[in-house]
């Protein structure tokens, strides 16, 4: 059902962003701590401009506070046979995020109030966390708690929760111009694939792409702990990013090949809705879009697009958090995602980059209807082949319907046709002196 998009050259492969997935998978993200430090350190060694960023527990941002750095290093469960029934060293998943510290022993019944599993999934271990209520608890699969047999049970974890800070990441790739778009994902989620590395994969990847090319616009990308840490973002540089953002894409669960979806931003009708709309319109056989209402939001786009926030915001998704059966389970592993999922949603974000570059208000500088034949610009006799016919029609309708009050994808979706096919042709007009930038 996927039309493959064709990848721009010096785009990383699909099988490179796969293998960066992979060596990010065992680390155990949260919130904060050592393993957000080590996944951008990684991601660094492949993006030199990354700047990673602490912000001190306590700081406030808005109406939330920064809490306690939590780190992990051992976390198991015993049987009286001196067995783990239940290891941390084996999955990351099996900690609830940021539980206490804790070792003691228990009966089996009083340990059940601290473990979580899936009936209706009896193979998949949850992904659960506990930030602002002090807690401890195992997550396991209902196979594995079923087998559980009446006893004591020693349990062990092995963690801090105290004053430190939370890390976030930053990339800024100037342009030409002070304008910019912004792309956020978030890095706190523990051994997922699709729901957690897939997106800091593809934005890695699309940041040394922006870093090789000349653009006009500036980008600026984020990696943050999810709502916390875009609230942090956001309650130091508000202002900046309302004066410079043009457009901005949430980005998180793009590495299947399930589906191609897209959420908008508040409004709905921002330049960043207007752009990802029309590129999977055009790209894909078909994509879900959801809009802004509750809960069909439910990452850092929350914060971007709320009231006086009110950044151009739009969400881009393979297939939605909360929309797949394996969704923060132990099931979005490495099978889910695929290097040619991740390459096509590369291709897809190279197509929105390619489209804003070029979205500029075009204005017809001929009085009437030009003369295009004197220019070489009309098809000759021998020459009237679809692709041929095609194409002068959509130079036809270009000059007819650039007439300097729509921007590129405005005109583009006037004359029904694919703003990467007007490109050229206007570029060509442009060389004629047969329209000219009216306004950028
Ligand atoms: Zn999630």
Same mark, same amino acid.
């Given at each position: 059902?996927?039309?493959?998009?064709?990848?721009?050259?010096?785009?990383?492969?699909?099988?490179?962003?796969?293998?960066?997935?992979?060596?990010?998978?065992?680390?155990?993200?949260?919130?904060?701590?050592?393993?957000?430090?080590?996944?951008?350190?990684?991601?660094?060694?492949?993006?030199?401009?990354?700047?990673?960023?602490?912000?001190?527990?306590?700081?406030?941002?808005?109406?939330?506070?920064?809490?306690?750095?939590?780190?992990?290093?051992?976390?198991?469960?015993?049987?009286?046979?001196?067995?783990?029934?239940?290891?941390?060293?084996?999955?990351?998943?099996?900690?609830?995020?940021?539980?206490?510290?804790?070792?003691?022993?228990?009966?089996?019944?009083?340990?059940?109030?601290?473990?979580?599993?899936?009936?209706?999934?009896?193979?998949?271990?949850?992904?659960?966390?506990?930030?602002?209520?002090?807690?401890?608890?195992?997550?396991?699969?209902?196979?594995?708690?079923?087998?559980?047999?009446?006893?004591?049970?020693?349990?062990?974890?092995?963690?801090?929760?105290?004053?430190?800070?939370?890390?976030?990441?930053?990339?800024?790739?100037?342009?030409?111009?002070?304008?910019?778009?912004?792309?956020?994902?978030?890095?706190? &989620?523990? $051994?997922?694939? =699709?729901?957690? #590395?897939?997106? +800091?994969?593809? !934005?890695?990847?699309?940041?040394?792409? /922006?870093?090789?090319?000349?653009?006009?616009?500036?980008?600026?990308?984020?990696?943050?702990?999810?709502?916390?840490?875009?609230?942090?973002?956001?309650?130091?540089?508000?202002?900046?990013?309302?004066?410079?953002?043009?457009?901005?894409?949430?980005?998180?669960?793009?590495?299947?090949?399930?589906?191609?979806?897209?959420?908008?931003?508040?409004?709905?009708?921002?330049?960043?809705?207007?752009?990802?709309?029309?590129?999977?319109?055009?790209?894909?056989?078909?994509?879900?879009?959801?809009?802004?209402?509750?809960?069909?939001?439910?990452?850092?786009?929350?914060?971007?697009?709320?009231?006086?926030?009110?950044?151009?915001?739009?969400?881009?998704?393979?297939?939605?958090?909360?929309?797949?059966?394996?969704? &923060?389970? $132990?099931?979005? =592993?490495?099978? #889910?995602?695929? +290097?040619?999922? !991740?390459?096509?949603?590369?291709?897809? /974000?190279?197509?929105?980059?390619?489209?804003?570059?070029?979205?500029?208000?075009?204005?017809?500088?001929?009085?009437?209807?030009?003369?295009?034949?004197?220019?070489?610009?009309?098809?000759?006799?021998?020459?009237?082949?679809?692709?041929?016919?095609?194409?002068?029609?959509?130079?036809?309708?270009?000059?007819?319907?650039?007439?300097?009050?729509?921007?590129?994808?405005?005109?583009?979706?006037?004359?029904?046709?694919?703003?990467?096919?007007?490109?050229?042709?206007?570029?060509?007009?442009?060389?004629?002196?047969?329209?000219?930038?009216?306004?950028?």
């Amino acid at each position: 059902m996927t039309k493959y998009l064709s990848r721009p050259p010096d785009t990383p492969e699909g099988a490179t962003m796969y293998e960066w997935a992979n060596d990010l998978f065992p680390i155990c993200r949260s919130l904060t701590g050592e393993g957000v430090r080590q996944t951008l350190a990684y991601l660094a060694e492949k993006l030199p401009q990354l700047k990673v960023h602490e912000v001190p527990s306590g700081t406030q941002a808005f109406d939330w506070t920064v809490p306690d750095e939590w780190n992990i290093r051992e976390a198991w469960v015993e049987n009286e046979q001196g067995q783990r029934v239940i290891d941390f060293a084996d999955n990351t998943l099996h900690i609830v995020g940021y539980s206490t510290p804790v070792d003691q022993v228990l009966s089996l019944e009083a340990l059940q109030e601290h473990l979580y599993s899936i009936p209706e999934m009896p193979e998949a271990i949850p992904y659960l966390t506990s930030y602002y209520r002090q807690d401890w608890g195992f997550c396991l699969s209902q196979n594995a708690r079923d087998n559980l047999r009446p006893g004591k049970y020693r349990v062990h974890i092995d963690s801090t929760l105290k004053p430190g800070s939370l890390t976030y990441g930053e990339i800024f790739i100037p342009g030409d111009s002070k304008s910019e778009v912004f792309f956020s994902t978030y890095i706190c &989620h523990p $051994s997922m694939a =699709n729901d957690q #590395l897939s997106g +800091p994969v593809v !934005l890695t990847a699309l940041a040394q792409w /922006l870093a090789s090319i000349h653009t006009k616009l500036s980008y600026r990308i984020v990696f943050v702990p999810e709502n916390i840490g875009s609230l942090v973002y956001l309650s130091r540089h508000l202002n900046d990013l309302k004066e410079t953002v043009t457009a901005g894409f949430n980005i998180a669960c793009v590495g299947d090949e399930r589906n191609w979806t897209m959420m908008t931003s508040r409004t709905g009708d921002t330049l960043s809705d207007r752009v990802l709309k029309h590129v999977l319109t055009h790209e894909v056989d078909q994509f879900l879009e959801f809009d802004y209402l509750w809960p069909n939001r439910g990452s850092d786009e929350r914060n971007y697009c709320m009231p006086g926030i009110d950044l151009p915001v739009s969400s881009f998704h393979r297939t939605k958090y909360g929309e797949y059966p394996e969704y &923060h389970t $132990s099931l979005d =592993n490495m099978d #889910l995602i695929t +290097p040619d999922g !991740l390459a096509d949603s590369l291709s897809l /974000l190279t197509r929105v980059v390619t489209i804003l570059e070029n979205n500029h208000v075009w204005k017809i500088s001929n009085l009437g209807e030009p003369q295009l034949g004197k220019r070489g610009l009309y098809p000759s006799g021998g020459n009237h082949r679809a692709g041929h016919e095609r194409q002068l029609s959509t130079m036809m309708n270009l000059l007819a319907y650039c007439d300097g009050s729509r921007d590129l994808i405005s005109v583009s979706e006037r004359i029904g046709e694919y703003a990467m096919n007007c490109i050229p042709i206007l570029e060509r007009l442009a060389e004629e002196n047969l329209v000219t930038k009216h306004q950028t």
